[in-house]
């Protein structure tokens, strides 16, 4: 009797630690390209989403339950994005921090929509992520009003619009090509930034779009030479971008490319090789230079990682669910999503950020670079 009486007493005993170590863990899921030809972009989310994890964590966590961070491999491929989604139903995940392609994020958004999940993506820009009753979302207008989708950068029409005013008012006269990569993100922001040209009096000369993975655009450079194209703008990520400049040079063509967020990787110039030298984009302040980030941002460096492009942005959006989570006392996605809607203000390491009744930031800040060789020999992007 007394056995099973101890027995029994330790049985108890493991089921309440286990009931425990259950409730003291919150588990969020991060879901991004970690592997293929965006993985540099996965990269950056890792890092900023395990830094933020690992120093919420050594605080106490979030309500004192611990993160613990699943990753979600999408490849950059939208069917595996609904994958990844639907296993963080299976696993009972109510957070998402992720997706980094528009084209992955608004699929596997409607999953998490479906079961009452909150996400909050640190680079999709195309305007339908969030916006889908307002901008050319073609299939994704009839989105229910309950999505629960936040993003902590900003959107194509905020981006097209300072890149058209730069074309329009500093490459005035030049002949423009305007190439797309067929993507949400990329077509885009593409014609977003020719919508905007075109509303000032421009008019492209070649508006085209190629395929992601494509490796010989020798054919478009040669109809680009045709048509004296003095300015290509490119909306797509950094793999082609650098190919497509790379063979421009090789073919002697001068032209200026001009891009925007999804060539933020140093990778671009490894592609691209010195050609690269000149390149325009648009992307929000350097958050690595903001005092706020600059505690974290010593970290990283310390451990050989360089926090560039959406880093940062990835660290805020976990900063921002931490706060919210806390303020509303449980990890519920609707309070959570309802008190992120209300426009309150959330200090991050990228600044200030509040949301609309959309989920979208309220301060857009888009600025632009030039890609520029280094005093150490290093081509990377500089603020203007």
């Known amino acids: 009797m007394k056995k099973n009486w101890i027995t029994g007493v330790v049985a108890a005993a493991s089921m309440l630690l286990a009931t425990s170590a259950y409730a003291e863990t919150l588990k969020i899921g991060l879901g991004g390209p970690f592997t293929g030809p965006n993985a540099a972009f996965g990269a950056q989310m890792q890092k900023g989403a395990e830094q933020a994890a690992a120093d919420f964590n050594a605080a106490g966590g979030i309500m004192g339950m611990q993160i613990e961070l699943v990753l979600g491999d999408d490849v950059s491929d939208p069917k595996q994005g609904v994958s990844v989604a639907n296993k963080y139903v299976g696993e009972g995940i109510k957070f998402v921090v992720g997706h980094f392609n528009s084209g992955v994020t608004m699929p596997a958004s409607e999953v998490y929509r479906e079961n009452g999940m909150l996400a909050i993506t640190p680079s999709a820009t195309n305007i339908c992520v969030t916006d889908r009753k307002n901008g050319p979302c073609g299939n994704w207008t009839e989105a229910a009003p309950d999505l629960m989708m936040f993003r902590t950068c900003g959107r194509d029409d905020q981006q097209g619009a300072v890149a058209g005013d730069y074309i329009v008012n500093n490459l005035k006269g030049k002949v423009v090509a305007v190439i797309h990569d067929k993507t949400p993100y990329g077509q885009g922001l593409a014609d977003a930034t020719k919508a905007d040209i075109n509303s000032k009096g421009v008019t492209e000369a070649i508006y085209e779009g190629i395929n992601v993975g494509d490796k010989d655009f020798s054919a478009l450079v040669s109809k680009m030479k045709q048509a004296n194209v003095e300015v290509v703008y490119w909306g797509g990520l950094h793999t082609e971008a650098g190919l497509i400049v790379r063979q421009m040079r090789d073919q002697g063509m001068t032209a200026v490319m001009m891009s925007g967020d999804g060539i933020t990787s140093d990778e671009f110039a490894s592609i691209g090789g010195p050609g690269v030298e000149g390149t325009l984009m648009t992307f929000p302040p350097d958050p690595r230079n903001r005092p706020e980030a600059a505690e974290v941002v010593k970290k990283f460096t310390d451990a050989g990682f360089n926090p560039e492009a959406y880093t940062l942005y990835t660290y805020a959006a976990m900063e921002i669910l931490k706060a919210a989570i806390e303020k509303v006392g449980a990890a519920d996605p ?23 009744k959309k989920g979208d930031i309220t301060r857009p800040d888009y600025v632009l670079y030039t890609w520029k060789k280094l005093a150490d020999g290093k081509i990377t992007y500089v603020a203007d």
Not at 334 to 356: L, P, R
């Open 334 to 356: 609707a309070k959570v999503g309802e008190y992120m809607y209300s426009g309150v203000t959330f200090k991050t390491v990228i600044g200030d950020i509040a949301f609309d």
